[in-house]
């Protein structure tokens, strides 16, 4: 009878998992217990990163983080295979090509580089 009448009172605590997932704060209690466990990090990375939607969606979200957008930014740039694409968009946008060269002519050792190149000979295709 007691056992009983522990269980209901026990039930009556209980939350549902509805009730736990729209309260804010045991909605976020959860997401940190997940996250600090290691095999759930994994499982929802792969979540995250399965479906071209969700990565989009994802890399949206970071790079709304300036500092994870310099990060990209630096990791673009530093990529070989990334570097012509990079330099074509640049130079594709008129706006942009002009900013370049704004940008280049702008500072005196930045000039004289320009200068520089501007001397030699284009090279032969």
């Given amino acids: 009878m007691v056992a009983a ?8 605590c209980a939350k549902t998992v ?3 997932v729209m309260n804010p704060n045991t909605k976020d ?5 997940l996250v600090q466990d290691d095999v759930a990090k994994h499982d929802i ?3 995250l990163t399965t479906e071209d939607a969700s990565k989009k969606e994802l890399a949206e979200t970071l790079l709304g983080d300036l500092s994870i957008k310099a990060m990209a930014i ?3 740039i530093t990529d070989p295979t990334q ?3 990079i330099l074509q968009k640049l ?9 370049v060269i704004t940008a280049l002519t702008s500072d005196a ?3 004289k580089d320009v200068q520089d190149a501007l001397k030699k000979p284009l090279p032969k295709k």
């Fill in 5 to 12: 009448i522990g269980l209901a009172v026990l039930a009556g």
């Fill in 18 to 20: 509805d009730e736990m």
């Fill in 29 to 33: 209690e959860m997401v940190q217990k």
């Fill in 45 to 47: 990375m792969n979540k």
């Fill in 74 to 76: 630096d990791k673009l």
């Fill in 83 to 85: 570097r012509a694409a």
């Fill in 91 to 99: 130079l594709g946008d008129p706006a942009m090509k002009g900013e």
């Fill in 109 to 111: 050792a930045g000039r």
